[in-house]
T-cell receptor
Framework: NAGVMQNPRHLVRRRGQEARLRCSPM?????VYWYRQLPEEGLKFMVY????????ESGMPKERFSAEFPKEGPSILRIQQVVRGDSAAYFC????????????FGPGTRLTVL | GDSVTQMEGPVTLSEEAFLTINCTYT??????LFWYVQYPGEGLQLLLK?????DKGSNKGFEATYRKETTSFHLEKGSVQVSDSAVYFC????????????FGKGTKLSVKP
């Protein structure tokens, strides 16, 4: 059973461009969480999704950020018009359901905004 | 709101030394508690967890006991190895919320041979 996959692992964007981060959860997992890790900081929750539904986006900035988890395909975290402050590591985690509270993390995407 | 506080690092130990990383939490509900480990350039791996008071989580020689009276979940290992060098994160998941994890800032551990 493959683990949580994220791509790309490293992404470089110039200010004003768009960044698209992808997360494929573990097989059989229908819950996906996105977290952001700023340098020297712990992870901060951004958004929680189930297939085709955003359940909790309370940690996501109101502007420029969006997330989706379609019926088919990976979950996507999209950042429009990136700024230097968006430079961070973005991790997704998956969970099979609410019967367990253990989340399994992907390797992360390290976004650098020039 | 809920929060996690862990001791600041970095922590530098010699091989075979005893390790303690302190973690305390604030939560209104009855959270599950976790320790995750992050090796350089990698994602987080679950190290151990405990779901209720007085539970002890253990894995790879690491242990932590859920102490409700002191709201703590300190990580310990009796004899560290160079390969234990990593960043360790304490986290909680409040079952009353949507299950998202709340993390401490992390403690970087360096073990010297």
């Amino acid at each position: 059973n493959a683990g949580v996959m994220q791509n790309p692992r490293h992404l470089v964007r110039r200010r004003g461009q768009e960044a698209r981060l992808r997360c494929s959860p573990m097989k059989g997992h229908s819950h996906v969480y996105w977290y952001r890790q700023l340098p020297e900081e712990g992870l901060k929750f951004m958004v929680y999704l189930q297939k085709e539904n955003i359940i909790d986006e309370s940690g996501m900035p109101k502007e420029r950020f969006s997330a989706e988890f379609p019926k088919e395909g990976p979950s996507i975290l999209r950042i429009q018009q990136v700024v230097r402050g968006d430079s961070a590591a973005y991790f997704c985690a998956s969970q099979p359901g609410l019967s367990t509270d253990t989340q399994y993390f992907g390797p992360g995407t390290r976004l650098t905004v020039l | 709101g809920d929060s996690v506080t862990q001791m600041e690092g970095p922590v530098t130990l010699s091989e075979e030394a005893f390790l303690t990383i302190n973690c305390t939490y604030t939560a209104t509900g009855y959270p599950s508690l976790f320790w995750y480990v992050q090796y350089p350039g990698e994602g987080l791996q679950l190290l151990l967890k405990a779901t209720k008071a007085d539970d002890k989580g253990s894995n790879k020689g690491f242990e932590a006991t859920y102490r409700k009276e002191t709201t703590s979940f300190h990580l310990e290992k009796g004899s560290v190895q160079v390969s234990d060098s990593a960043v360790y994160f304490c986290a909680l998941s409040d079952r009353g919320s949507q299950g998202n994890l709340i993390f401490g800032k992390g403690t970087k551990l360096s073990v010297k041979p």
